[in-house]
T-cell receptor
Framework: DGGITQSPKYLFRKEGQNVTLSCEQNLNHDAMYWYRQDPGQGLRLIYYSQIVNDFQKGDIAEGYSVSREKKESFPLTVTSAQKNPTAFYLC???????????FGSGTRLTVV | RKEVEQDPGPFNVPEGATVAFNCTYSNSASQSFFWYRQDCRKEPKLLMSVYSSGNEDGRFTAQLNRASQYISLLIRDSKLSDSATYLCVVLGSSNTGKLIFGQGTTLQVKP
């Protein structure tokens, strides 16, 4: 079955560490997105990519980095520069020109 | 002002009740609108798109008022399984496909 897979489901990070969240899709979607959700808040866009080897900053890109070397994969690195990384991270994909997102099941990141 | 605003609730209603959620958006040039449902600690899932003429899917009716920049979702005959958070979503840019999410309205349906 086609879908979008995020891993790990839960991730614990120590202060000062970089961590990478995985996002893989087999839907043949061109566009991929990373959102962050904090309790009681809406989703906020971190980065997005409409095509391989190209990506754009969203509204809250500081302290994050991404790559898009393959169409299927869009990993997100949470760097030590992100001062408040504890949140629920959601990856999504969509076909070019269509606006329905398919979301992964998310990664819960906690700083310990 | 937030780009998409919703009353966070919670809305506590008995089974069988009719409940309505409202949402306002700030960009008058927005073209596409959606309602997503998010269960506790899960990812959002598309509930329905919202069309200018209004649209219905079973017990759910969505309406758009462009003049007032207002979107609504009506749920009739509420079920326990309708308990969730409902996210109002607006397409931020047709070029990028970026969606802008409201903070969500929480619905709790009681027996």
């Amino acid at each position: 079955d086609g879908g979008i897979t995020q891993s790990p489901k839960y991730l614990f990070r120590k202060e000062g560490q970089n961590v990478t969240l995985s996002c893989e899709q087999n839907l043949n979607h061109d566009a991929m997105y990373w959102y962050r959700q904090d309790p009681g808040q809406g989703l906020r866009l971190i980065y997005y990519s409409q095509i391989v080897n190209d990506f754009q900053k969203g509204d809250i890109a500081e302290g994050y980095s991404v790559s898009r070397e393959k169409k299927e994969s869009f990993p997100l690195t949470v760097t030590s520069a992100q001062k408040n990384p504890t949140a629920f991270y959601l990856c999504a994909s969509s076909p070019t020109g269509a606006y329905g997102y398919t979301f992964g099941s998310g990664t819960r990141l906690t700083v310990v | 002002r937030k780009e998409v605003e919703q009353d966070p609730g919670p809305f506590n209603v008995p089974e069988g009740a009719t409940v309505a959620f409202n949402c306002t958006y700030s960009n008058s040039a927005s073209q596409s609108f959606f309602w997503y449902r998010q269960d506790c600690r899960k990812e959002p899932k598309l509930l329905m798109s919202v069309y200018s003429s209004g649209n219905e899917d079973g017990r759910f009716t969505a309406q758009l008022n462009r003049a007032s920049q207002y979107i609504s979702l009506l749920i009739r005959d509420s079920k326990l399984s309708d308990s969730a958070t409902y996210l109002c979503v607006v397409l931020g840019s047709s070029n990028t496909g970026k969606l802008i999410f409201g903070q969500g309205t929480t619905l709790q349906v009681k027996p």
